[in-house]
């Protein structure tokens, strides 16, 4: 069977009282790169966009946020993939849709 790729996913998270929005693709259950992450400002009401290179967050953050942002990833990745998966093997009668 094919791999499914996920393209320009975006994850939202919320990390010690602020909004982050990662944009991410993943190329299998256990397989994603990082392509943007953006911290909701409320003064300037808009992103801020953090440089980001191979996974790793450039800017003065912690530890930690790197880890809370991968674990929501991780947990957003795997239940994309099983809602994938599941559509895929699970049969729809179409015809019950249309006999209400």
Do not use: C
């Amino acid at each position: 069977m094919e791999e499914i790729i996920f393209d320009s996913e975006e994850v939202t998270f919320t990390f010690e009282d602020k909004d982050y929005s990662a944009i991410v693709d993943f190329y299998g259950e256990d397989d994603w790169k990082l392509q943007s992450l953006a911290m909701w400002n409320d003064k300037e009401k808009e992103w801020e966009t953090f440089k980001v290179s191979q996974n790793q967050i450039w800017v003065s953050h912690t530890k930690s946020l790197t880890e809370f942002m991968n674990n929501r990833i991780d947990e957003y990745g795997n239940n994309a993939f099983e809602t994938a998966y599941t559509a895929q093997y699970e049969p729809t009668d179409w015809k019950d849709d249309y006999n209400d």
